[in-house]
Structures are given as structure tokens and as C-alpha cells.
């Protein structure tokens, strides 16, 4: 049991609660400062630059378009920035055409939302694009028209599609930080679920078995945050001088990634086969230890977030470690309940080795011929 459980059992429950909401509560004031910081300063900076340069009296749709296209979303991929700003932006303009050319009436706000509506999604199967071209288009027609012209509020909100563009290039959000966060928490699931299913198998501690099977089984959310947010990072490198330089360092990661994923499904194949050989009350202190060097060159490789050499020494680790997964070198070549946990774990090694650095065909090259 973690501290945290521990403290969880000690303390009432509704204080519990509470001091667990305000952590979470500053967690996330802390992660949203420098999304705030850029949404903040785009929307002031579209709306200045169509205040004060294009003399646009009230230039609200700049600042809307800026802050939603940017959003507080995990995802802050310029293609999805633009992808927002664009449906917003089309929204305005077919609201304008709209009205210019059938004015206002009982019947025309349906037909323009419903036009709008079919027409975004003829254009692209993006449900946010749809949504946003409609919510814009029903603004625009239910607002009071601005002096100007009748196409100053689409100049608005290419004015602000635009600022949130300048803004994801040059006031990037750490997506480099946030990808090796979610990195870091995956690692670190994957390294206690080794450590817990090590610690039954030596203890033969069944309701522990279960507990790591149902806590391996849950990482999914974790993979994909970490998935979206180097993708994330990757995208903005591309346009962003501050992170360009980074990009190799990011590219590498996705070789992380795509190991770790793997590994993280063969581990709860791994922990299920071994839930069910325990309950037959038999140590089996060879597996234990196999498990033990596999959590210690995991440490290893969760070093190699930070610094990239660590990744080298884990792989030499998994290396050693690899070349042990013959059933025949430990008497169990006929056993075969036994022998299977020492069959599967050879794909999770592959998948290791693979995270730490080699191609698939090297990690495959050090399996022990069977």
C-alpha cells in the first residue's frame, strides 16, 4: 500500500477529499500559466492590431477567434489551431454573405445554420471545424453589424486566426516539457507495476496480482496524452523558431513512444499469466529476479528522459537480460504453465530494447534460439 492510500485511510474522508481537490485545483492553475500567458497575449494583440491599425471600432470576433482557436486543449498542433480558425473564420464570412444578400428574418437564421452546418461537413469530417463555423455564423447574424462594412467582422477573425497562429510559433507552451511529463508518468506506472507484480510473485500474493493487473490495465489515458502532446511538440517545431532546434530530440522520443506502448501491452499480458501461474503456491524465485533487472534497467531508461546516454546503458542492460530468456537454461523447457512466462516475456524485451534504442530485427537478433 503507497503512502498516499495510507494517508487516505488515516485521515476522515471528506478531508481527504478536500486537501486532494486543492491539489489538483493548483495543479492545474500551475500547468495552465503559459497556455493563459499566450492566449492572453494574442487576444490583446489581435485586438489591438484591428483596433488601432485597422480603426475597427468594436473588434470582439479577434479576440474570440484567438482564444478559441487556441483553446487550453492538450492538443495545440498548428494544424488544429488553424483547423478551428478557419471554421470560425468561414462561419463569419458566409454569415455576412448571408446577410447581405437576404437580410434579416424569421426564416433565415435556420436556413443559415442549417446551411452552414451541411456545407462544413461537406468541406471535411472535422466536428470541430462544423461547430465552429455554425456558432460563429449564428453570431454574426444575431449581433448588431459594425461600422466598417459589411465584411469588417471577417477581417476581425482573420485577424485573430492569425494571431493565434503568430502566437503558437512564438510563444510555444513548453510542449517539449508537457510530452516529457507524460512520459515520465507512464515510466513511472510501468516501473510500479513491475516492482508490485515482482513483490507477489515473492510473496505469492494473489489479491496483489489482481490489484497490479486492474493498475497495468488502466495506462491507456497515459499513452495517448503522451501520444498527443508529442505530436503536439513535433508540429510546433516545425513552425517555431524556439523549438526547431529540439525537433531530432522530439523525433527520437517517438521511438520511446512506440516501445513503450508495446511494452505496456505485453507487461499486462505478462502480469495476467503470472496472476494466474501464482495461485498454484509454488516459488519461483528465477522469474522474480528476471523481473528485479527488468525494474532496475527500466530505472535506467526513465533516466533517459532527461539524458539521452542513460538510454545507451539501459540497453545494454536489456541486452543481458534478453540473452537469460531461454526455458531450457532453467530447467523448464516441459513445464509448459511455467515456460509461458518466460516465452512472453521475450516480446516485452523486444519491445524494451526497441524503446531503448535498437531496430526491431537487433532486438529480435539477441533472442536465445528456443
Given at each position: 500500500?503507497?503512502?498516499?492510500?495510507?494517508?487516505?485511510?488515516?485521515?476522515?474522508?471528506?478531508?481527504?477529499r478536500?486537501?486532494?481537490?486543492?491539489?489538483?485545483?493548483?495543479?492545474?492553475?500551475?500547468?495552465?500559466?503559459?497556455?493563459?500567458?499566450?492566449?492572453?497575449?494574442?487576444?490583446?494583440?489581435?485586438?489591438?492590431?484591428?483596433?488601432y491599425v485597422?480603426?475597427?471600432?468594436i473588434?470582439?470576433?479577434s479576440?474570440?477567434?484567438a482564444?478559441?482557436?487556441?483553446g487550453?486543449?492538450?492538443?495545440?498542433r498548428?494544424?488544429r489551431?488553424?483547423?478551428?480558425g478557419?471554421?470560425?473564420?468561414?462561419?463569419?464570412?458566409?454569415?455576412?454573405?448571408?446577410?447581405?444578400?437576404?437580410?434579416?428574418?424569421?426564416?433565415?437564421?435556420?436556413?443559415?445554420?442549417?446551411?452552414?452546418?451541411?456545407?462544413?461537413?461537406?468541406?471535411?469530417?472535422?466536428?470541430?471545424?462544423a461547430?465552429?463555423a455554425?456558432?460563429?455564423?449564428?453570431?454574426?447574424?444575431?449581433t448588431?453589424?459594425?461600422?466598417?462594412?459589411?465584411?469588417?467582422?471577417?477581417i476581425?477573425?482573420?485577424?485573430?486566426?492569425?494571431?493565434?497562429?503568430?502566437?503558437?510559433?512564438?510563444?510555444?507552451?513548453?510542449?517539449?516539457?508537457?510530452?516529457?511529463?507524460?512520459?515520465?508518468?507512464?515510466?513511472?506506472?510501468?516501473?510500479?507495476?513491475?516492482?508490485?507484480?515482482?513483490?507477489?510473485?515473492q510473496?505469492?500474493?494473489v489479491a496483489?496480482?489482481?490489484a497490479?493487473?486492474?493498475?497495468?490495465?488502466?495506462?491507456?489515458?497515459l499513452?495517448?496524452?503522451?501520444?498527443?502532446?508529442l505530436d503536439?511538440?513535433?508540429?510546433?517545431?516545425?513552425?517555431?523558431?524556439?523549438?526547431?532546434?529540439?525537433?531530432?530530440?522530439?523525433?527520437?522520443?517517438?521511438?520511446?513512444?512506440k516501445?513503450?506502448?508495446?511494452?505496456?501491452?505485453?507487461l499486462?499480458?505478462?502480469?495476467?499469466?503470472?496472476d494466474f501461474?501464482?495461485?498454484?503456491?509454488?516459488?519461483?524465485p528465477?522469474?522474480?529476479?528476471?523481473?528485479?533487472?527488468?525494474?532496475?534497467?527500466t530505472?535506467?531508461?526513465?533516466?533517459?528522459i532527461?539524458?539521452?546516454?542513460?538510454?545507451?546503458?539501459?540497453?545494454?542492460?536489456?541486452?543481458?537480460?534478453?540473452?537469460?530468456?531461454?526455458?531450457?537454461?532453467h530447467g523448464?523447457?516441459?513445464q509448459?504453465?511455467e515456460?509461458?512466462?518466460?516465452?512472453l516475456?521475450r516480446?516485452?524485451?523486444?519491445?524494451?530494447?526497441?524503446?531503448?534504442?535498437?531496430?526491431?530485427?537487433?532486438?529480435?537478433?539477441?533472442?536465445?534460439?528456443?
Amino acid at each position: 500500500m503507497s503512502f498516499l492510500d495510507t494517508q487516505a485511510i488515516k485521515q476522515p474522508k471528506k478531508r481527504s477529499r478536500l486537501g486532494w481537490n486543492l491539489r489538483e485545483s493548483a495543479r492545474r492553475v500551475l500547468e495552465t500559466i503559459a497556455p493563459a500567458v499566450q492566449i492572453t497575449l494574442a487576444a490583446w494583440g489581435s485586438w489591438a492590431f484591428a483596433h488601432y491599425v485597422l480603426g475597427h471600432e468594436i473588434a470582439f470576433l479577434s479576440v474570440t477567434v484567438a482564444v478559441t482557436s487556441l483553446g487550453l486543449s492538450r492538443d495545440a498542433r498548428p494544424k488544429r489551431i488553424m483547423q478551428t480558425g478557419l471554421g470560425m473564420v468561414s462561419g463569419i464570412a458566409v454569415s455576412e454573405l448571408f446577410i447581405v444578400a437576404f437580410g434579416h428574418g424569421i426564416w433565415q437564421l435556420p436556413v443559415l445554420i442549417f446551411g452552414v452546418l451541411l456545407a462544413a461537413r461537406f468541406v471535411t469530417n472535422s466536428a470541430t471545424y462544423a461547430l465552429s463555423a455554425v456558432a460563429q455564423s449564428a453570431l454574426v447574424y444575431l449581433t448588431v453589424a459594425p461600422l466598417g462594412g459589411p465584411y469588417t467582422r471577417t477581417i476581425d477573425g482573420l485577424v485573430g486566426g492569425t494571431a493565434a497562429l503568430i502566437a503558437t510559433a512564438l510563444i510555444p507552451r513548453d510542449p517539449r516539457g508537457l510530452a516529457r511529463k507524460d512520459a515520465e508518468k507512464l515510466l513511472e506506472v510501468f516501473l510500479e507495476s513491475l516492482h508490485a507484480i515482482r513483490s507477489a510473485m515473492q510473496k505469492l500474493d494473489v489479491a496483489s496480482a489482481d490489484a497490479t493487473l486492474l493498475t497495468i490495465r488502466r495506462t491507456q489515458p497515459l499513452l495517448d496524452n503522451w501520444r498527443m502532446s508529442l505530436d503536439s511538440a513535433i508540429s510546433i517545431s516545425q513552425i517555431s523558431p524556439f523549438l526547431r532546434r529540439h525537433r531530432d530530440e522530439l523525433l527520437d522520443q517517438t521511438r520511446l513512444l512506440k516501445g513503450m506502448d508495446l511494452a505496456t501491452r505485453n507487461l499486462r499480458v505478462v502480469v495476467r499469466r503470472i496472476d494466474f501461474l501464482i495461485r498454484d503456491g509454488q516459488p519461483r524465485p528465477y522469474l522474480a529476479d528476471l523481473l528485479q533487472q527488468i525494474e532496475d534497467a527500466t530505472k535506467v531508461l526513465a533516466e533517459g528522459i532527461e539524458d539521452p546516454e542513460r538510454r545507451t546503458d539501459a540497453l545494454e542492460l536489456y541486452v543481458e537480460i534478453i540473452r537469460q530468456l531461454d526455458p531450457k537454461k532453467h530447467g523448464i523447457a516441459d513445464q509448459l504453465r511455467e515456460a509461458s512466462v518466460l516465452l512472453l516475456l521475450r516480446p516485452l524485451l523486444v519491445d524494451l530494447l526497441v524503446a531503448a534504442g535498437a531496430t526491431e530485427d537487433e532486438a529480435r537478433a539477441e533472442l536465445p534460439e528456443i
